[in-house]
């Protein structure tokens, strides 16, 4: 009883000191999770404003954040009791098993350091990696975020990306955009040529250099194939395939080339009745 009685008097106190230790610890959470977005937001500017590759400047932003925010998890502890150099032998112990948990995590994590020294892809780029095609919308800690061209986001784990082989389509300034163009075997290929040869040397996003190339490549079952190769700047590609497919359909049919497409002949035999 007289210890109970002791507990009661002294209860006032104890809500007191630790009710401040608690709020205490409130406010230091929530401040350091402030600083840590405030990080994060600085670092992207200070790096972004000294034209540092978009690539580099969204993962440190990450990496500061994580940083401040795991700062502050230790300071909240702290300020509860918590002994933190025994929290930090209890994580040291623990690391192994948490190691082999998160095993998938860490790998990860080490591609995306290795996508950010080594650079296979940037912000902006158009690649297919990890069996997605996209543009890299951003690379962070653990995975990459591909943006595909009908908007849709999509999140590959980084290493996904780093596994397997990546095609970056604006890694270089131009691309060769590859054309077959069959005609039929009773067309002047001469005269196919030439008309391949205006509508290349005519079009708006061919470059002259390098140099296109025009030339028979097959003699197909049905049709002589043209093979029409002409450069253009990466990211003109697609706007000039289409519109060279267009040009060159027009242009045959006004010149009265046959372009062959399958076809089926149908016997019908007529047997005697009986």
Not at 195 to 222: F, G, W
Request: glycine share 6%; aromatic share 8%; with cysteine.
């Amino acid at each position: 009883m007289e210890n109970l009685e002791g507990l009661i008097e002294q209860a006032p106190e104890l809500i007191v000191a630790y009710g401040m230790k608690i709020i205490l610890a409130i406010i230091i959470f929530l401040v350091g999770k402030y600083l840590a977005g405030v990080a994060k937001r600085l670092s992207d500017k200070l790096m972004t404003k000294r034209k540092i590759d978009p690539t580099v400047v969204s993962f440190v932003s990450n990496i500061a954040w994580a940083l401040v925010f795991a700062f502050t998890v230790v300071a909240t502890l702290g300020q509860l009791g918590v002994q933190t150099a025994s929290l930090v032998a209890v994580i040291g112990a623990a690391g192994l098993a948490v190691g082999l948990a998160l095993q998938g995590s860490l790998s990860n994590f080490a591609s995306g350091v290795l996508m950010v020294l080594f650079r296979p892809c940037r912000v902006g780029d158009y690649v297919d990696a990890a069996g997605i095609s996209g543009t890299v919308d951003e690379i962070t800690i653990f995975s990459t975020k591909l943006l595909t061209p009908d908007n849709k986001l999509i999140i590959a784990p980084n290493s996904a990306m780093m596994d397997g082989t990546i095609i970056n389509y604006s890694a270089m300034e131009t691309r060769r955009v590859d054309l077959v163009i069959g005609v039929s075997y009773d067309a002047n290929l001469a005269e196919a040529k030439k008309v391949l040869t205006t509508i290349v040397e005519n079009n708006q996003y061919v470059l002259k250099d390098p140099a296109y190339t025009i030339a028979i490549s097959e003699l197909a079952d049905s049709s002589v194939n043209f093979v029409v190769r002409p450069w253009v700047k990466g990211g003109d590609y697609w706007p000039a395939y289409f519109e060279l497919l267009e040009q060159i359909k027009l242009a045959l049919d006004e010149a009265d080339i046959g372009i062959p497409y399958p076809q089926m002949d149908l016997h019908v035999k007529e047997t005697p009745s009986a």
